[in-house]
């Protein structure tokens, strides 16, 4: 049997290559709005997003609040009209159409669904993970989605871990493992819930010395079939009919 038997994934910068599709969907909400397209523009949207998702992170800001708020700040760093409820709306539906998955992840995915329940756990918003993971193929191989939105709780809080894990009907917690790449978010959010945590750490960076540690980190999905898979399994991966395959 598997070192892990539920495995909880994060969905951007995890499973899905998120600033590739976020990259495209800004710069056609940009221009279909008459909205200044320089990379100054690009740039200070990045960071008002990413100072308000950090808000969120810690418990300050609800995300349909986020959502508007980001345009409404972006806006006004230009001096320029627009209606930013709208303009989210076209953003999200862009980029719900977009799916850029990580190479190796799929693939990693069909191995592991022999092995273990997966499950998504996402702080994104919800119309725009589910259409991403069903664009990206992936939706196939999970057991349950849980995301912020839906729960009413975002990670690091235990609540959304809690929910998933009470309802995929996991008690043993010691035989679960939560996968992402935010160490703030996936990874304090996995110690909170009292469960073991695998850190991608794609781009190779140093781990911050104030940083929660992880009990595991990976830089390619290779690594990862070796931290869940006992040595029997690894040996027999790929070589047989995958029961999530259509």
Not at 224 to 242: D, P, Q, Y
Request: charged share 25%; with cysteine.
């Amino acid at each position: 049997m598997a070192f892990y038997y539920c495995l909880l994934l994060d969905v951007d910068g995890t499973l899905l290559d998120f600033n590739a599709s976020e990259d495209a969907a800004l710069r056609e909400t940009l221009a279909h709005f008459s909205l200044p397209q320089t990379e100054e523009a690009v740039e200070a949207y990045h960071n008002i997003n990413n100072a308000l998702w950090a808000l969120l992170e810690r418990g300050k800001l609800r995300q349909d609040k986020l959502v508007v708020q980001r345009f409404e700040k972006l806006l006004a760093a230009f001096g320029v009209k627009g209606n930013p409820a709208r303009i989210n709306d076209y953003y999200l539906t862009q980029l719900s159409q977009r799916a850029d998955v990580f190479p190796g992840a799929e693939e990693t995915l069909q191995e592991l669904a022999e092995v273990a329940t997966l499950a998504v756990v996402s702080n994104g918003v919800e119309r725009v993970q589910t259409g991403r993971l069903e664009r990206s193929g992936l939706s196939r191989y999970f057991d349950g989605v849980f995301i912020s939105g839906r729960v009413g709780a975002s990670k690091p809080s235990r609540k959304i871990f809690d929910t998933a894990l009470n309802t995929l009907g996991i008690e043993n917690r010691q035989k679960v493992l939560m996968i992402g790449d935010s160490l703030k978010a996936d990874i304090a959010g996995g110690q909170n819930a009292g469960i073991d945590t695998c850190w991608c750490n794609f781009e190779n960076a140093a781990l911050p010395a104030d940083a929660p540690k992880p009990t595991h980190m990976i830089r390619g999905y290779e690594e990862l079939l070796r931290i869940v898979m006992e040595e029997e399994e690894l040996a027999n991966a790929g070589s047989k009919e995958k029961r999530h395959q259509v």
